[in-house]
């Protein structure tokens, strides 16, 4: 059975507003463009961007630990490089975080945003390369199965947003938790392919409301109580380059023989 693409989001800022796009090139070790290519340190990580290594998701201002980042809206613009970000009582902040400077700049504002909420000092530091700002050391593309998360929402008598589990990719069409079952198959994601790595393991950052940014439900527990795992959506690696757009096929892959 095939699915198909139904949304699709890039993260700029790990940790901050997930923006919609219509498509996307996907490219062999680096997933999405633009995706994870920033994070906020909540304190010195020991991260070094002259040789950047997987860093503890914990050393960032990341929903699990900071619900209120989800109040901060974030937007990059494509063709100036500049990132716009606006919160409630808070001027709007506008630059480029290519440039030193200017990540030097969002780091204050956001200070000011997040007060005694971040631990701090806060610092914006950047990926390079085919880098990446990802949960797992060895995530790239993620993917969710809608019908999981109405499936989930439905044992939970609740209708959860799917953004809560900030993906790459939202499918429909699967059967809902056939995806945990697909480890190291081959799928088709419009005209890129990738295999499957593994399921993703949740944290409390499905926990936060993305539009409320308040702490208000315990979708891991509900998870390992409903289904006795914390899996929801799948990372994939990228094999061979292509563009994914909206609507394009996502194939069910078959069993490797």
Known sequence: MNGHVAAIFRHPIKGFTPEALKQIALVPNEGLAMDRVWAVENGPSGYNPEAPSFTPKQKFTVLAALPRVAAVRTRLDDTTGALTAQAPGAETFSGRLAEASEREAFAIWLTRVLGDEARGPLKVVDARGAFRFTDHPKGQVSIINMASVRDLSAKMGVELDPLRFRANLYVEGWPAW???DWEDRDLMLGWARARVFKPI???????V???TAVADLDVVK???????HMFCGIYVHVTAAGTVGLG???TEPQARS
């Open 178 to 180: 056939v995806e945990n």
């Open 201 to 207: 393991v949740r944290c409390a950052a499905t926990h």
């Open 209 to 211: 409301d993305p539009t």
């Open 222 to 228: 509900a998870l390992f109580d409903n289904y006795g």
């Open 248 to 250: 394009d096929a996502v």
